[in-house]
């Protein structure tokens, strides 16, 4: 009975004492316990620890690794190893954050009096328990240096003073990232800490780490139609974290994983399978893992968007193919180098991928390389690269006009187009830099380039001397068309080495030749979009309705074609088809609202009583009748009779 009594005692005091330090630092103070589920693979670690806390005068020791890699786990199982070896060992947490709840000064108080009041506790807890070890515990040490501003060495120093106090052992633990930026710099304050890694443990073990936890923690109620989870789950899961999610340590990533899997299996009454990992890295992480392609989706986007690109089409519908297969994740991006003179369908073929993959044709991130040109724009372009593909949904990149871009920016997307992996330094809140990596593997990365665009100038078309080009084989892939490209080849190879590096060049999964257009080609354009002026004319409630004259054979004045006067005009009068730098298809548009727009809102403002309108030439074009000189033509809109 008497026992009892002094135990109960004894146990007030205790509690009591506790609650007097805890006081002192502002509350700062947590009781750690031991784990439920086990630490593996991390035998070498607790080793050191171990070791570190053993020393004789600085029982110190700072676990660093990444954010996820199990070192608060690794501390509290030091402590569980230590009790297994009947030592009375009371581990606690100390947060620096509540220790700087009253300002600085008081934070400053509580630094320097931290290591006297913790003796000072376990000197007199040893009353109670004799054989009692105090360890004390600070997650996220940086802040101690951080808290008090950039450049700052206060925290660091007094940190310092009060670890050369041999009694207490002193474990902390931050990121390779904190630790580089607010402890590497101060070297005393490094030495006195004793840094010991924590790497990514491998899959085999990260795979055991992670059953146990579901073993652990799984609710009884859905356990049993969460048995026998297959190996290939584990592995999808653990495989996806490390291609994908490389801020992140393991086993961190794959427990956070499994965590949610659980919740939802409990919530929605389901079994834990592959589709739900799926949804989980779509909806947590916005990372696509059953990724795929639909190939008649995306193939259809294409061949309505670009014509005339026969050989750009045959390219990138086996790289389509590719991509909607799916063999399972790719440990690099897919990437194309576009190559050719403006407004011949490179950026529309970009909208066509967008628009098959994604419905929309915008849905992709542009950059503009030209805004990337200096010296300096290196770090831009990383750091406005991670923060636009940072869990984004889309996943088509448009590198525009590469080679305007600084050599250094090219220099960064060798391994970004070889591994998929990038990092983008942000600032902290406190003003120091930030490490941030970033994972491109599930990207599709288009660049493109006007580099050798002089080079297609004579073998872009099939001229009249070779074949007719018609509506029908616009975007035909002949042998004559793989022949002649095999002859330019080397050539094209040769203007690309005297822009790019051979090892960029080399990165690239495709390289595609868009041609300058041909004159059929930029008939269709130029009639597609005109067609489409005035159908938006003709459906404005006023009852407009505008129209062209009919299409005719222009066989007889040396065109192989068949096509309204006006179409005609565009193409062979208001753009210089013959050229092939001229603008393509972006200039066709151009002249179309330029001119043909602002003509029939000409005749409609000028005859407010009139809604049926006709567009023709001024029959005075070069193509029109032997004779005509180019540049007479013109463009007539009037009412119709």
Same mark, same amino acid.
């Given at each position: 009975?008497?026992?009892?009594?002094?135990?109960?005692?004894?146990?007030?005091?205790?509690?009591?004492?506790?609650?007097?330090?805890?006081?002192?630092?502002?509350?700062?103070?947590? &009781?750690? @316990?031991?784990?439920?589920? $086990?630490?593996?693979? /991390? =035998?070498?670690? *607790?080793?050191? !620890?171990? %070791?570190?806390?053993?020393?004789?005068?600085?029982?110190?020791?700072?676990?660093?690794?990444?954010?996820?890699?199990?070192?608060?786990?690794?501390? &509290?199982? @030091?402590?569980?190893?230590? $009790?297994?070896?009947? /030592? =009375?060992?009371? *581990?606690?947490? !100390?947060? %620096?954050?509540?220790?700087?709840?009253?300002?600085?000064?008081?934070?400053?108080?509580?630094?320097?009096?931290?290591?006297?009041?913790?003796?000072?506790?376990?000197?007199?807890?040893?009353?109670?328990?004799?054989?009692?070890?105090?360890? *004390?515990?600070?997650?996220? %040490?940086?802040?101690?240096?951080?808290?008090?501003?950039?450049?700052?060495?206060?925290?660091?120093?007094?940190?310092?003073?009060?670890?050369?106090?041999?009694?207490?052992?002193?474990?902390?633990?931050?990121?390779?990232?904190?630790?580089?930026?607010?402890?590497?710099?101060?070297?005393?304050?490094?030495?006195?800490?004793?840094?010991?890694?924590?790497?990514?443990?491998?899959?085999?073990?990260?795979?055991?780490?992670?059953?146990?936890?579901?073993?652990?923690?799984?609710?009884?109620?859905?356990?049993?139609?969460?048995?026998?989870?297959?190996?290939?789950?584990?592995?999808?899961?653990?495989?996806?974290?490390?291609?994908?999610?490389?801020?992140?340590?393991?086993?961190?990533?794959?427990?956070?994983?499994?965590?949610?899997?659980?919740?939802?299996?409990?919530?929605?009454?389901?079994?834990?399978?592959?589709?739900?990992?799926?949804?989980?890295?779509?909806?947590?992480?916005?990372?696509?893992?059953?990724?795929?392609?639909?190939?008649?989706?995306?193939?259809?986007?294409?061949?309505?968007?670009?014509?005339?690109?026969?050989?750009?089409?045959?390219?990138?519908?086996?790289?389509?193919?590719?991509?909607a297969f799916n063999i399972g994740f790719t440990e690099?991006?897919?990437?194309?180098?576009?190559?050719?003179?403006?407004?011949?369908?490179?950026?529309?073929?970009?909208?066509?991928?967008?628009?098959?993959?994604?419905?929309?044709?915008?849905?992709?991130?542009?950059?503009?390389?030209?805004?990337?040109?200096?010296?300096?724009?290196?770090?831009?372009?990383?750091?406005?690269?991670?923060?636009?593909?940072?869990?984004?949904?889309?996943?088509?990149?448009?590198?525009?006009?590469?080679?305007?871009?600084?050599?250094?920016?090219?220099?960064?997307?060798?391994?970004?187009?070889?591994?998929?992996?990038?990092?983008?330094?942000?600032?902290?809140?406190?003003?120091?830099?930030?490490?941030?990596?970033?994972?491109?593997?599930?990207?599709?990365?288009?660049?493109?380039?006007?580099?050798?665009?002089?080079?297609?100038?004579?073998?872009?078309?099939?001229?009249?001397?070779?074949?007719?080009?018609?509506?029908?084989?616009?975007?035909?892939?002949?042998?004559?068309?793989?022949?002649?490209?095999?002859?330019?080849?080397?050539?094209?190879?040769?203007?690309?080495?005297?822009?790019?590096?051979?090892?960029?060049?080399?990165?690239?999964?495709?390289?595609?030749?868009?041609?300058?257009?041909?004159?059929?080609?930029?008939?269709?354009?130029?009639?597609?979009?005109?067609?489409?002026?005035?159908?938006?004319?003709?459906?404005?409630?006023?009852?407009?309705?505008?129209?062209?004259?009919?299409?005719?054979?222009?066989?007889?004045?040396?065109?192989?074609?068949?096509?309204?006067?006006?179409?005609?005009?565009?193409v062979f009068e208001l753009a210089n088809s013959t050229?092939?730098?001229?603008?393509?298809?972006?200039?066709?548009?151009?002249?179309?609202?330029?001119?043909?727009?602002?003509?029939?809102?000409?005749?409609?403002?000028?005859?407010?009583?009139?809604?049926?309108?006709?567009?023709?030439?001024?029959?005075?074009?070069?193509?029109?009748?032997?004779?005509?000189?180019?540049?007479?033509?013109?463009?007539?809109?009037?009412?119709?009779?």
């Amino acid at each position: 009975m008497n026992s009892g009594m002094n135990e109960s005692s004894e146990s007030l005091d205790e509690k009591q004492l506790f609650k007097d330090l805890n006081e002192k630092l502002g509350n700062s103070l947590i &009781e750690l @316990y031991e784990p439920k589920n $086990k630490v593996v693979g /991390r =035998d070498d670690i *607790l080793h050191k !620890l171990r %070791i570190s806390l053993n020393r004789v005068r600085t029982k110190v020791g700072c676990l660093v690794g990444l954010p996820g890699a199990g070192k608060t786990a690794i501390v &509290e199982t @030091y402590q569980k190893i230590s $009790k297994e070896q009947n /030592r =009375d060992i009371q *581990l606690m947490s !100390l947060s %620096i954050g509540a220790m700087s709840a009253h300002g600085k000064n008081k934070l400053n108080e509580r630094i320097e009096n931290l290591l006297p009041l913790l003796e000072e506790y376990e000197n007199n807890l040893r009353k109670i328990r004799p054989n009692i070890e105090l360890v *004390l515990f600070v997650d996220e %040490i940086h802040l101690i240096v951080s808290i008090y501003g950039q450049g700052s060495k206060i925290g660091g120093d007094l940190l310092k003073r009060a670890l050369g106090r041999p009694s207490i052992r002193f474990i902390g633990a931050t990121t390779n990232n904190e630790y580089e930026a607010y402890i590497g710099t101060d070297g005393a304050f490094a030495r006195r800490l004793r840094k010991i890694p924590v790497d990514d443990i491998d899959k085999a073990i990260t795979q055991e780490i992670a059953r146990d936890f579901i073993d652990v923690y799984m609710p009884d109620s859905i356990r049993e139609m969460n048995q026998d989870l297959p190996d290939s789950l584990f592995e999808k899961v653990i495989k996806a974290n490390r291609m994908y999610r490389p801020e992140f340590a393991e086993p961190d990533k794959t427990l956070d994983v499994f965590e949610e899997a659980m919740s939802i299996s409990e919530i929605e009454n389901i079994r834990i399978d592959s589709d739900m990992i799926n949804r989980i890295f779509d909806d947590n992480y916005g990372i696509s893992l059953d990724f795929k392609a639909n190939y008649d989706k995306i193939y259809n986007s294409i061949i309505n968007r670009v014509v005339g690109q026969p050989m750009a089409l045959y390219v990138v519908e086996r790289t389509v193919k590719k991509l909607a297969f799916n063999i399972g994740f790719t440990e690099s991006p897919t990437s194309m180098l576009f190559l050719g003179p403006s407004g011949v369908g490179k950026t529309e073929m970009t909208k066509a991928f967008a628009e098959g993959l994604h419905g929309e044709p915008d849905d992709y991130i542009h950059f503009d390389m030209s805004d990337y040109s200096l010296e300096d724009s290196e770090p831009d372009f990383r750091r406005d690269l991670g923060r636009k593909v940072k869990n984004t949904k889309k996943k088509i990149i448009l590198l525009d006009e590469l080679e305007k871009s600084n050599k250094l920016i090219r220099q960064t997307l060798l391994p970004i187009l070889m591994e998929g992996i990038s990092y983008y330094v942000s600032p902290g809140a406190d003003g120091f830099a930030v490490r941030n990596p970033i994972s491109l593997k599930n990207f599709v990365i288009i660049a493109t380039s006007n580099v050798a665009h002089e080079l297609f100038e004579e073998v872009h078309r099939f001229t009249k001397k070779k074949q007719k080009v018609t509506k029908d084989n616009i975007n035909q892939y002949t042998d004559a068309l793989k022949q002649e490209f095999q002859s330019l080849e080397s050539d094209i190879h040769d203007a690309l080495r005297a822009e790019f590096a051979p090892e960029l060049i080399g990165r690239f999964t495709n390289i595609i030749p868009f041609y300058a257009l041909h004159e059929s080609t930029l008939l269709e354009i130029a009639e597609k979009t005109t067609m489409k002026l005035l159908k938006s004319l003709n459906q404005r409630p006023e009852g407009f309705k505008v129209e062209l004259q009919s299409p005719i054979d222009w066989n007889h004045m040396g065109y192989n074609y068949v096509a309204s006067e006006v179409i005609m005009f565009i193409v062979f009068e208001l753009a210089n088809s013959t050229d092939s730098n001229f603008g393509g298809a972006r200039a066709i548009t151009r002249y179309i609202e330029n001119e043909l727009y602002m003509e029939i809102l000409d005749a409609i403002f000028d005859n407010p009583d009139k809604r049926r309108f006709v567009v023709r030439t001024n029959g005075l074009g070069g193509f029109e009748n032997e004779g005509n000189v180019k540049g007479k033509g013109g463009l007539v809109v009037r009412p119709a009779v």
